[in-house]
């Protein structure tokens, strides 16, 4: 999030700025793309990866927000305990930087309850998409470890 808008902010067309995207989830009431890009400039010696997400309920036209179709206090709990998700292939790595960063479960959830676009059009923490019913999170991680990682939840 921050790094793309500071790039954003920086980049003065003298660089490339990719993004494409793919459908996760068409029906006839929900769509939810994730879009994935790349940013380079001059002044950045290494490319930076960005990702968002757009979900949207097609029969009113808003946006879909994570808080709206999953109890993020719940999800904070299950996830400070090491249960509810999977991440491939960081795992270790992201419970000790889910601790360190949210000092609690209360934390996490206030930031999960800030996923995804709204319609007042402040800028989200993070992002979620739906595939096959299931929920995903992309979560921002240090440039070292690819920006961001994807984070599969058990949501049933």
Not at 78 to 100: C, H, P, Q, S
Not at 128 to 142: A, F, N, Q, R, T
């Amino acid at each position: 999030l921050e790094t793309e808008q500071t790039v954003m902010d920086q980049w003065e067309g003298n660089g490339t700025y990719r993004v494409t995207y793919t459908v996760k989830t068409m029906t006839p009431d929900t769509l939810s793309i994730l879009m994935d890009g790349t940013v380079n400039t001059p002044d950045t010696p290494e490319e930076y990866t960005f990702k968002y997400t757009y979900n949207i309920d097609l029969n009113t036209g808003e946006s879909i927000r994570l808080k709206d179709h999953v109890d993020v206090e719940k999800l904070a709990e299950n996830m400070f305990a090491g249960t509810g998700y999977y991440v491939k292939d960081l795992a270790d790595y992201f419970r000790e930087r889910l601790e360190a960063i949210y000092d609690s479960p209360d934390a996490l959830a206030q930031s999960l309850a800030g996923y995804d676009y709204s319609e007042d059009g402040t800028a989200p923490y993070g992002y979620s998409y739906l595939v096959d019913g299931k929920v995903w999170i992309c979560m921002e991680v240090p440039h070292a470890l690819g920006d961001y990682i994807e984070i599969e939840l058990d949501t049933q």
